[in-house]
């Protein structure tokens, strides 16, 4: 799925047909890989498990033995059928099917949508948690829903995969103290049987993981949250050397004059976190490109605290390169365009009830 994300999030950009039309054989394999060898007993759902005896036992993101798990730390059995995966699929449909439409094959499109729009029902349907208005980790081998709280379902944000009165709810979680430590939100809700702070994937904050759950938040209309995670991550990487975000640290809660702690075998630099403070900007800020109709919107945005200024300069977009000046005006903050160059390109900004 997220080689369909990144090619449409490429034509977003740069309006590039030509290498998507190029590329777009590609993604029609992984598209058929999805529902054809990703699907593997045919319930909708996209599903893992390793051949034999060697190799990962978990294949999302939480590859650890452990990481993915009932809430008392019982080991998910596969195949299993991962939360935020479902979600990352859902999108790949909607976006090949962009795709499709703005390449002018419009006759593809509209399968894709209705599947996309299919999965993402019986995605709600099989993963909500009525109790804890939250999303389960996974089902197992056998079906079952591990109603895991984690920082997983907030990628169902990211991929726009839910109904908003669903991510709301997962929002006030996800912002509330089991998640969020101060310095950013764990992987692991903190009460769960299988809390740790120090644990990889059981209650450490991940920098990348938190900026796709903020831009998630960003793209449902709640900015103030984008902005809670990015001056959270911000903070803390005030506290690294050369204020460079790790690959993790642990999930210790925030206390006065205190720092955030360091996992002390996390990878730095490291990729995922080098683009996590880039994304966590772009979520703050509200930026939203569509370099295909020649125009980027800027929704509601905000600046973290003790930022006054912030301009990005030779931003590019389509065939276009310009400046974006953003200041703090009291709790809201406005936004300017000091210079345009290139092709015509059409700039809105958004701003709600409070900047």
Not at 30 to 41: S, T
Not at 290 to 306: E, F, Q, S, W
Not at 338 to 352: K, Q, T, W, Y
């Amino acid at each position: 799925p997220l080689f369909v994300i990144l090619l449409h999030e490429y034509l977003l950009w740069t309006d590039d047909k030509e290498t998507v039309r190029a590329l777009l054989p590609a993604a029609e394999a992984a598209i058929d890989w999805m529902r054809r060898w990703a699907d593997r007993d045919a319930d909708g759902f996209l599903e893992y498990q390793r051949h034999g005896e060697r190799g990962l036992y978990n294949q999302g993101w939480k590859d650890s033995a452990d990481g993915v798990c009932f809430p008392d730390g019982t080991r998910c059995e596969a195949p299993i059928a991962l939360v935020e995966v479902q979600g990352y699929a859902v999108d790949a449909y909607r976006r090949m099917a962009m795709l499709y439409r703005l390449l002018g094959i419009r006759g593809k499109a509209r399968p894709l949508l209705e599947h996309a729009n299919a999965l993402a029902h019986q995605l709600d349907e099989a993963f909500w948690l009525p109790e804890t208005e939250f999303y389960g980790l996974a089902l197992d081998r056998e079906k079952r829903l591990a109603p895991t709280l984690t920082s997983n379902a907030g990628h169902l944000l990211w991929s726009k995969a839910v109904p908003g009165a669903r991510a709301q709810a997962v929002a006030r979680r996800l912002l509330g103290p089991s998640f969020h430590s101060g310095w950013g939100l764990r992987t692991l809700a903190e009460g769960q049987g299988a809390y740790n702070p120090l644990s990889y994937h059981n209650g450490t904050i991940w920098p990348h993981d938190n900026s796709l759950v903020a831009m998630g938040l960003s793209s449902y209309g709640l900015p103030h949250g984008a902005l809670e995670v990015f001056e959270a991550l911000y903070g803390a990487a005030q506290y690294f050397r050369l204020r460079r975000l790790p690959e993790l640290f642990c999930g210790l809660p925030r206390k006065a004059g205190e720092f955030p702690v360091q996992y002390p075998v996390a990878c730095s630099p490291q990729a995922w976190a080098s683009g996590a403070l880039l994304l966590l900007l772009r979520a703050a800020l509200g930026l939203h490109p569509d370099a295909t109709h020649r125009k980027v919107t800027i929704k509601n945005p905000h600046l973290p605290m003790g930022m006054r200024e912030l301009t990005l300069r030779n931003l590019r977009i389509g065939e276009t390169r310009l400046d974006l000046r953003f200041t703090r005006e009291g709790e809201g903050c406005f936004a300017a365009v000091p210079s345009v160059e290139g092709a015509p390109l059409e700039v809105r900004i958004a701003l709600g009830r409070h900047g």
